[in-house]
């Protein structure tokens, strides 16, 4: 570990004492989970605010799309289950002998939780609830001295079968789809209980005449659809992401999941700053492969926006986000930022936001390659986004010709105050080369490079997964390096200084600089970000069953040092077997407290996203040390100040606090004296000043204080000592004129 010394000048120009008990309490570095971690989608949401006219929904057991005339209907029957959706259209409507002239509107209307397509002369609603569905068709037009009969198409490669209370779809072994219950409800609630028909690969409703006397128009026909399976509702969830807004205390978790073995959605969960589910939100709900959301936070410009890949064959891979709106969380339209020509495909994308009252944009990164077994013609692409949503034309930050890799990229969450995010990213030289290297970039949020690429390592073995974390002049990489069969994370810091741009530390073995870390175990999935004083990473860790950690540090005043103050903390209250993929995000104004979310599972087939909240003002580093300065009183030993924090961080609160003695007390707080001043003689021993210059006196027993967050603060240390002034048996009164007592002197380590 190395050691880091702060000037007296920095200590003295840069310490805010504040003597009141307002701020932020320190608590354990130790992560628990939440009690309520998971965030299996619950309920049912409605979303028509996709721009291109499809209407989604999602419940619990099911999702639907509305497109054009049909309604597309597809059961959630497990994450290994084919996909097998039922399309639902209305092809035909008579009343009596008369067919009715259909003339579909364009697209469905939401009306609250339901979905409306007018026919012209009938209307037909679909009501979205949590496990069910229900179809119902609304007569304009006069029904009872008629009768009526509906023919609906239905478009699907399950099984159909006939069921007392209607149909069934079948999925084999997966589940069914019924189609029951076929009532017609009339203005006063009366209802009538009729058979459902299967003729050819259409459902028939039909009511005579006879079946509807006494009824009151207008006539509602109600059919509804449920769901029935062993693993019915059943997803993975996976890859989450998390961003935080501290001034509307929400916390956002994006997820992939996947609902069948070829369709997979981006989901969202809406937290409370104490980790309560608010509302939970399907970003694109889409019969699509959509893969590995990221999302980011544009402070002032009040917006999440996520981005993801849509996976498709080769030329039609798409990048495309949404954006969410901090005060209501309402989302944004669906955006494509580009598509992917033929013969090439893209790569996960990552995404920042910026942190700048003077400009809110978003920078967008992701690689592109050729298909085939050994891709060609890499590179990395950026794109800037608007917090109201205008994009920018890729630029091309890097690119490779000949035969290369498909580029892992990442963005730091924000680029500091000036707009300037780390860009990092893993790309294989050769094709049959096991030699990966990892490159960093500095780039504005115009998509401008202003520094590199460059590679942080040239190494010979297997660099990967990285990441990047930005404050406004530094910047700090990791990833994690495979060396003969062991993992490891490796860091690298770059600092701007003077009008130019330098590595200041690493790249250097994280695994063996931190504490408390098994170095037999691999290290894997590393994720940073920066809380605005210090750096926070998590990771995998294990052989086997693998668990999340996080180690916490501060880089020196010239980034050239590290100095942690956690290692290798665990997440408490979780017992799922495996851990993946975690993520984390800091809020800006919560100096230390961060959201941190993975993926946990029992089973590769029940795996679901987990939350926790972190302090990362850890404990288990003590920050103090004792100078032999005290004398006591009547043969009782010198007191010594306390520490009322775990520890001693830049950017959080202090308390100090004496010993109950007597006397009155009087604090004295600044440096530790090179050479402590006798106070005293009589043959009392030591009785000495042990601080020295004093930058703040004051008399009290107690006062606490705010710990700036100054680089220039790191590793520096305080002296703290108390003098009990009128009190008998300790020093005479040739100094101050009173007897005194004093205390121990403590040295306290800024972290």
């Known amino acids: 570990m190395a050691k880091l010394l702060a000037s007296p000048f920095a200590l003295l120009g840069a310490l805010l004492l504040l003597a009141s008990s307002a701020g932020l309490r320190a608590q354990s570095g130790t992560a628990g989970a939440l009690p309520e971690a998971r965030f299996r989608f619950r309920g049912h949401v409605v979303d028509d605010t996709r721009g291109d006219g499809v209407v989604t929904a999602r419940g619990e057991t099911y999702k639907l799309e509305a497109t054009g005339r049909s309604f597309c209907v ?6 290994d289950a084919p996909a097998l959706p039922l399309a639902f259209t209305l092809r035909s409507a008579r009343l009596g002998e008369r067919e009715l002239e259909l003339h579909p ?24 609830m949590d496990r069910s569905l229900e179809q119902s068709f609304v007569f304009t037009g006069k029904v009872l001295e008629s009768g009526a009969r509906l023919q609906i198409d ?27 219950d076929f009532v017609v409800t009339d203005a006063v609630g009366q209802r009538r209980a009729l058979p459902i028909r299967w003729e050819g690969r259409s459902i028939v409703l039909a009511a005579s005449e006879s079946e509807l006397a006494g009824l009151i128009e207008p006539l509602v026909f109600d059919p509804t659809i449920s769901f029935v399976g062993i693993r019915l509702g059943t997803t993975r969830a996976l890859r989450p992401d998390v961003a935080m807004d501290p001034f509307h205390r929400r916390i956002a978790v994006c997820y992939e999941e996947l609902v069948s073995s070829s369709d997979t959605d981006v989901m969202l969960a809406h937290l409370d700053l104490a980790g309560n589910v608010v509302t939970q939100l399907a970003i694109d709900n889409r019969s699509a492969n959509t893969v590995r959301p990221r999302i980011a936070h544009s402070l002032h410009g009040l917006m999440f926006a996520v981005v993801w890949r849509q996976a498709g064959t080769s030329g039609q891979d798409r990048i495309e986000n949404r954006r969410i709106n901090v005060v209501d969380m309402t989302v944004q339209p669906l955006q494509v930022l580009e598509t992917a020509t033929s013969g090439t495909e893209f790569s996960d994308p990552d995404i920042g936001g910026s942190i700048s009252a003077a400009d809110t944009r978003f920078l967008i990164a992701y690689g592109v390659h050729g298909d085939g077994i050994f891709p060609t013609n890499s590179g990395v692409l950026l794109v800037n986004l608007t917090a109201s949503g205008i994009a920018s034309a890729p630029r091309i930050l890097d690119g490779d010709t000949g035969c290369t890799s498909q580029p892992q990229v990442a963005v730091s969450r924000h680029g500091g105050s000036f707009g300037q995010f780390g860009v990092v990213y893993q790309q294989k030289r050769g094709c049959l080369s096991n030699a990966f290297d990892v490159a960093f970039a500095v780039v504005n949020s115009t998509t401008t490079p202003v520094f590199g690429p460059t590679l942080v390592a040239n190494n010979s073995g297997d660099d990967g997964e990285p990441d990047v974390a930005a404050t406004d002049n530094r910047w700090f990489v990791v990833f994690r390096r495979l060396t003969n069969n062991d993992n490891d994370l490796i860091g690298a810091a770059y600092r701007f200084s003077n009008g130019v741009f330098t590595k200041s530390f690493g790249a250097a073995n994280l695994s063996a600089l931190e504490p408390d870390v098994n170095r037999t175990l691999p290290q894997l999935d590393p994720a940073i970000d920066f809380d605005g004083c210090r750096f926070t990473y998590s990771y995998r860790e294990g052989a086997n069953a693998m668990r999340v950690r996080t180690a916490t540090f501060a880089l020196s005043p010239n980034a050239d040092a590290v100095l942690f103050s956690s290692g290798n903390e665990s997440i408490t209250g979780n017992d799922a077997d495996v851990h993946g993929t975690p993520r984390l995000a800091f809020a800006a104004s919560e100096v230390s407290r961060c959201f941190l979310t993975w993926t946990g599972g029992t089973v590769t087939t029940n795996e679901d996203v987990f939350g926790a909240l972190l302090d990362v003002a850890a404990d288990g580093f003590p920050p103090t040390s004792f100078v032999r300065t005290g004398c006591g009183t009547r043969g ?14 830049i950017g959080r609160p202090m308390t100090l606090f004496a010993e109950p003695t007597g006397g009155t007390k009087a604090l004295l707080l600044g440096l530790a004296a090179p050479n402590p001043l006798p106070l005293c003689g009589g043959g ?25 967050c100054d680089p220039n603060l790191v590793g520096g240390q305080l ?33």
């Open 74 to 79: 597809h059961g959630l029957f497990g994450p």
């Open 636 to 649: 009782i030993p010198p007191s010594r100040p306390a520490l009322g924090n775990d520890i001693a961080l």
């Open 154 to 180: 239905v478009d699907t490669g399950l099984e159909v079968a006939s069921d007392p209370r209607g149909l069934a779809f079948h999925a084999g072994e997966h589940g069914t789809v019924y189609y029951r």
């Open 105 to 128: 509107a364009p697209r469905s209307i939401r009306r609250g939780d339901r979905l409306e397509l007018d026919h012209g002369g009938l209307v037909e609603r679909w009501t979205v």
């Open 684 to 708: 009392i021993a030591p009785c000495l000043l042990g601080v020295a210059p004093i930058l703040h006196a004051e008399m009290t027993g107690s006062l606490r204080l705010l710990v700036p």
């Open 719 to 751: 002296a703290v000592q108390f003098i009990d002034f009128f009190v008998s048996g300790g020093c005479g009164a040739a100094l101050f004129g009173v007897p005194l007592a004093v205390s121990d002197t403590m040295l306290v380590r800024l972290l």
